[in-house]
């Protein structure tokens, strides 16, 4: 007589054929390039008028207090 019955070495197989199966059932993580290109919108409006203004009236206020600083 073998040293391995019949019930062992069908649970042997049952449990490796159950392994490999669990293995095979593995999620996976791909990284891919995006088919279309990236695009991102800035909203962004300068106002450099208000900066004008500003200066100017920074200006006039040094120069009718030149003390001031």
């Given at each position: 007589?073998?040293?391995?019955?019949?019930?062992?070495t069908a649970l042997g197989l049952?449990?490796?054929?159950?392994?490999?199966a669990l293995?095979?059932?593995t999620p996976t993580v791909q990284v891919q390039?995006?088919?279309e290109p990236i695009t991102i919108n800035?909203?962004?409006k300068l106002d450099a008028e208000v900066?004008?203004?500003?200066?100017?009236?920074a200006d006039k206020d040094i120069q009718s207090?030149?003390?001031?600083?």
């Open positions: 007589m073998s040293c391995f019955g019949g019930r062992e049952g449990v490796a054929v159950i392994g490999f293995a095979a059932c390039a995006p088919k800035l909203n962004v900066r004008v203004k500003i200066e100017e009236q207090n030149p003390d001031i600083f």
